[in-house]
Nanobody, 122 residues
Framework: VQLQASGGGWVQAGGSLRLSCAAS?????IGWFRQAPGKDREFVAN????????RYGDSVKGRFTISRNNAENTVYLQMNSLKPEDTAVYYC???????????????????WGQGTQVTVSS
């Protein structure tokens, strides 16, 4: 399984970005994680393979929205009202056979994309 994350960049606080995660295979639960310098990798959001269930980390609830287009094997992370503390490298990860409540730690995923940098300036 290959995952390709893209869409990162620089934005001012309050702005928006949309990240994409293109998968080489279908029927994967996809999660987004982020890692800021000197910090542990943090769960951001996940979505099951059908798109019928999602879960969000507390720090992004109400600001980020995860969705997917299965016809294109792509998962999106719409990030609104961005804050400087959202600055991090964002990674997408995939796994089969999970439900969203299980898929909130990096150890639960066995396929990872390369990461995309998001920088939010104040």
């Amino acid at each position: 399984v290959q995952l390709q994350a893209s869409g990162g960049g620089w934005v001012q606080a309050g702005g928006s970005l949309r990240l994409s995660c293109a998968a080489s295979e279908r029927n994967l639960l996809i999660g987004w994680f982020r890692q800021a310098p000197g910090k542990d990798r943090e769960f951001v959001a996940n979505i099951n393979y059908s798109g019928s269930a999602t879960r969000y980390g507390d720090s992004v609830k109400g600001r980020f929205t995860i969705s997917r287009n299965n016809a294109e094997n792509t998962v999106y992370l719409q990030m609104n009202s961005l804050k400087p503390e959202d600055t991090a490298v964002y990674y997408c990860a995939g796994r089969r056979g999970l439900i969203v409540s299980q898929a909130t730690t990096e150890s639960m995923f066995n396929h990872w994309g390369q990461g995309t940098q998001v920088t939010v300036s104040s």
